[in-house]
């Protein structure tokens, strides 16, 4: 069965301050898909385009160069339907808890599903739903935004995203300033959405642990262009590539690169440790099991 791109991006470009002194290109002749369902890491340096690329993909940004493509469909052919799009492609910037507004959580959560005309039970269903998988209590949806904590207010944000049910969803550094705790919460509660809805997801993060933890590929962009893109396995075990990349790798992957060049071990491309665990009891066990 041929894979199906929830989001396709050909040739796009982005240019800022066009015939300025100020000329900069963001990006440049990025030909990308994200297949439908899947989680797609996507990393690179500060000013790389992580978070212009993130823009294009709902219509927050029109391309200079190129088109962004929905389910095959160009999203800038018919400008009018942008809503819709919007609706279809949920954005997270870093820090949506500053966007908080309403009385109370749940009202704030029930803002968007309100504004697409949703009737009354749905918008209930929808905030309940993405309150759980967001780690909101009961209690917490009846107080108001401004009396949680930073990180209750991160998954208040968030569930206000989800109460939307996009087809696709784009989190720009969703657990930056959250302790490890708060990380596995918001982050393994997006996860699970993904497993039960089927959204396609695009995280932007600069955590290698987290990339690895939770995503299934990994776009790597640098200076504006895309610059790796395959599976998990497949980028880390271009580590080199990726610290001239001014990347790095996760720390187990560190390990098991420095156990291949030792002869110890034949794979590279361990990232994570429960991986580690299995191969690490393959070298114990003996070498026609490694």
């Not at 990025?30 to 690329?53: A, D, M, Q, R, Y």
């Not at 990180?151 to 208040?156: F, T, V």
């Not at 114990?284 to 490694?290: L, Q, R």
């Amino acid at each position: 069965m041929n894979s199906v791109n929830a989001i396709e991006l050909k040739n796009a470009g982005v240019v800022y301050g066009e015939d300025t002194p100020f000329r900069k290109v963001a990006l440049e002749d990025i030909n990308v898909s994200f297949p439908e369902g899947t989680v797609t890491g996507i990393i690179g340096h500060t000013g790389s385009g992580k978070s212009t690329l993130a823009s294009l993909t709902n219509g927050l940004l029109k391309p200079t160069t190129g088109e962004v493509l929905l389910f095959g469909e160009n999203i800038w052919a018919r400008p009018k339907n942008m809503k819709d799009i919007r609706s279809r492609v949920g954005l997270v910037f870093q820090y949506p808890e500053y966007q908080l507004f309403d009385e109370t959580v749940e009202a704030d959560i029930a803002f968007g599903p309100k504004n697409i005309g949703l009737d009354a039970d749905e918008i209930k269903q929808r905030v309940k739903t993405a309150a759980e998988f967001c780690g909101l209590s009961g209690e917490e949806l009846k107080r108001s935004p401004f009396e949680l904590s930073g990180g209750q207010k991160r998954r208040a944000a968030i569930a206000g995203v989800l109460a939307m049910r996009p087809q696709v969803l784009v989190l720009d550094e969703p657990a930056a300033g959250l302790d490890p705790k708060g990380r596995e919460e918001i982050l393994g509660g997006l996860k699970e959405y993904r497993r039960t809805y089927g959204t396609t997801l695009l995280l932007i993060s600069h955590s290698m642990e987290d990339i690895a933890k939770y995503t299934d590929r990994i776009l790597v962009i640098k200076e504006g262009k895309a610059y790796m893109e395959g599976s998990l396995g497949e980028v880390f075990e271009q580590a080199e590539k990726l610290f001239d990349a001014a990347l790095d790798v996760p720390q187990i992957t560190k390990l098991f690169i420095e156990l291949k060049k030792r002869g110890v071990c034949r794979k590279a491309d361990v990232y994570t440790v429960g991986y580690a665990k299995k191969e690490i009891e393959n070298i114990i066990k003996g070498p026609t099991n490694a």
